[in-house]
């Protein structure tokens, strides 16, 4: 064949271009090794080869035979570590492309791409755990919570990044953790709380088959905090506390103090979440023989997650409580958190706010309205149930009652209950009701309060939930106050 010079330039230049691809062209699979080492388990290889070169590079994951779908690079099912064998054999098919594309374009030679592949991955984390599979069946306030014991062993562990499931089994690191937090200040009794929350993850983590082996707490982590005993406040003493205030935010935090009093030791969740018990609702007529004809009722749950309710009755200081703290709770929060309270012309409740939804919001708000109470009262709001229970203890009464009082008898109990006992517990309730008022002075001590917040600028007389009878008179009346 004849060939031009011209011809002789492009044979030379299509070789050049042959030469340039068949070298750069690489290709990396996924493979599983046909070595099985005593446990049974085969590596996945990155199998990387080209023309004149080829190189098996072990990713130190390892996976049962039996169960590893090479054609799909999946675990299966089967398989109790499957999901997070097959996060890290995700992970491996990412690694694997970013190789290719960095050696193709001709960013890495050879040596860089194996020093990139040998690098390994991060196994599925305790991290990753804890956020995608652990919180399924937990509410959103539990899983933040959970979220948060890793974020604290994270710190105090110094680990900027993940923390692997394996650095928790080894003793040593727990040790550590709580050196390390001792002496940041940490308290004891939340040292405590984090290491057991830990220990639920862990375990649930060994029963999904993230771990081989169970988690085991040193005994010399976890220590016996003795508890505080119970103190019963005093009319006096809160009356000195009423004494001390200086500014309206102290003044809510008596408030909210006496309610929980008045309530049947109710806790901050509780001023949150009671309901005005609606008159003509079917389930509550049910139980109607335990109410007063003509009085108004409130419920809250005895705990988060119990279906058991104390039931209040609506006495007038607990109406001017509720006046007290609406009105007051409008005039500091209405014009930047107006979403949390609870409609202005509802005479019954102050706030509205979905706690799980708004769980930091609850939190911001309850730290620093129990800072308030301490200034001025040095009891935090947990006293309320603690002195209502004591007075409670000293009170004749049947068992009946008393689960009735504490909230401790479902709505299907009540309902099973004779006519006649409901009718004298309701009579043992007022009792006992009247009691407490007596013994504290509430009315009294809602009359001081009141007069307080007169002296320091804010006459509730000049705004009352009365006068909130349209919106117009309602900013007329918030408008008075700075």
Excluded at 106 to 122: H, M, Q
Excluded at 271 to 295: C, H, P, Q, T, V
Aim: charged letters at 25%.
């Amino acid at each position: 064949m004849y060939i031009t010079g011209i011809n002789i330039v492009n044979y030379i230049n299509n070789c050049k271009l042959y030469c340039i691809t068949y070298c750069i062209n690489m290709n990396i699979y996924l493979k599983k090794s046909s070595y099985i080492t005593k446990q049974d388990k085969s590596a996945i290889l990155f199998d990387c080869f080209s023309a004149n070169y080829r190189k098996k590079i072990n990713t130190n994951v390892y996976v049962s035979p039996e169960h590893y779908d090479a054609e799909a690079n999946q675990i299966s099912r089967i398989d109790p570590k499957h999901v997070g064998l097959n996060i890290a054999l995700k992970k491996l098919e990412q690694k694997r492309d970013v190789a290719l594309f960095n050696y193709t374009e001709e960013k890495w030679s050879k040596d860089e791409l194996e020093n990139f592949l040998k690098s390994g991955i991060e196994l599925y984390s305790l991290d990753e755990y804890v956020t995608n599979e652990f919180g399924d069946t937990k509410s959103k306030i539990t899983h933040r919570d959970y979220i948060n014991v890793v974020k604290v062993f994270k710190k105090y562990l110094n680990k900027p990044n993940r923390i692997q499931f394996e650095e928790l089994l080894d003793e040593q690191s727990i040790l550590t953790f709580k050196m390390n937090a001792i002496k940041n200040g940490l308290k004891q009794s939340s040292i405590n709380s984090y290491v057991k929350k830990m220990k639920v993850i862990m375990n649930s983590a060994y029963k999904d088959g993230h771990v081989s082996e169970r988690f085991n707490i040193p005994e010399s982590v976890i220590e016996e905090i003795p508890s505080n005993p119970r103190e019963i406040i005093t009319y006096k003493e809160i009356e000195g506390g009423i004494a001390k205030i200086t500014n309206i935010h102290q003044a809510q935090s008596i408030a909210l103090f006496l309610m929980m009093l008045s309530c049947k030791g109710m806790y901050p969740a509780d001023i949150m979440n009671y309901k005005k018990i609606e008159k003509n609702n079917a389930d509550e007529i049910l139980i109607s023989e335990l109410f007063e004809k003509g009085s108004e009722y409130i419920k809250f749950k005895k705990s988060k997650k119990s279906m058991k309710y104390k039931y209040v009755r609506i006495n007038h200081a607990i109406k001017k409580l509720v006046r007290i703290l609406k009105t007051t709770f409008y005039i500091t929060h209405y014009r930047k958190y107006s979403d949390i309270l609870a409609p202005y012309n509802d005479p019954f409740h102050v706030f509205a706010v979905d706690i799980a939804a708004n769980n930091n919001i609850y939190k911001n708000l309850w730290n620093f309205y129990q800072k308030m109470t301490k200034s001025v009262l040095n009891y935090s709001f947990t006293s309320a149930r603690d002195s209502f229970n004591i007075i409670l203890e000293d009170q004749e009464m049947t068992n009946q009652t008393r689960n009735i009082l504490t909230g401790d008898i479902t709505r299907m109990e009540l309902t099973k209950m004779d006519i006649s006992k409901l009718s004298d517990t309701r009579d043992k309730m007022r009792n006992i009701e009247d009691h407490i008022n007596r013994e504290f002075r509430i009315t009294e001590l809602v009359e001081i309060l009141t007069n307080k917040l007169k002296l320091i600028g804010n006459n509730l007389d000049d705004i009352t939930l009365e006068n909130w009878k349209t919106p117009k008179s309602f900013i007329a009346s918030i408008n008075k106050f700075k």
